[in-house]
């Protein structure tokens, strides 16, 4: 009963339209063009559509979060100048500050089955007081190990991330494929009922 509903709305959707349609242009659709149609022209489709492209792209982050990771942050130059006071037993005198640095590391980290990441760091830092006259510059470099405790006693965010959004691709798969089963299915029977009553 309530596919026959679905399928006499369609029917009636058809007759709504066919007017708008005569008045523009005329289409001569067989079976397999009213569903591509549909399909093109469907909101449901439509919105599932974008559910599915959108768990596509959440799995993708999520797959990617076990890659190699390479970041770098600069700061080229970080320029100051201000005015600074010193007091001693002679008094109260001031003299001008003027500063400039500059900054880079780099930091490589690989993320591990156990929810935490190797990082090798290497940095170079450049400092100068002209004021001072004082010029350093300084090199450095780390390799390290971050592991998170509650990793070991179940709780894995890194693999509990890439298994809901695989989850979620997978739902919004398959309800786009029930969607587009359904669809056809309307469409399939509508059409009959029309051809039933265009040759009774």
Known sequence: M???????????????????ISSQQIYNLDLESSIELAKERSKTMLILKQSQKKASFDLKAATSSFKT??????????YSETVNQFQDSAGISFYPVRQNQLSSILTINQPLPTD??????????????????DRNAQISSSIGLQQPIAAFFGYNQLRLGFKQAKLAYDLSSKQLKREELDLIYDISQAFLVCFLFMNR
């Open 69 to 78: 990771h390479v970041d770098m942050d600069l700061i080229i130059p970080q």
């Open 2 to 20: 309530y596919q026959l509903k679905k399928s006499i709305s369609v029917v009636l959707l058809f007759i709504s339209i066919a007017p708008l």
């Open 116 to 133: 935490g990441f190797l990082y090798i760091r290497s940095g170079m830092e450049s400092f100068a007081d002209y004021y001072a006259h």
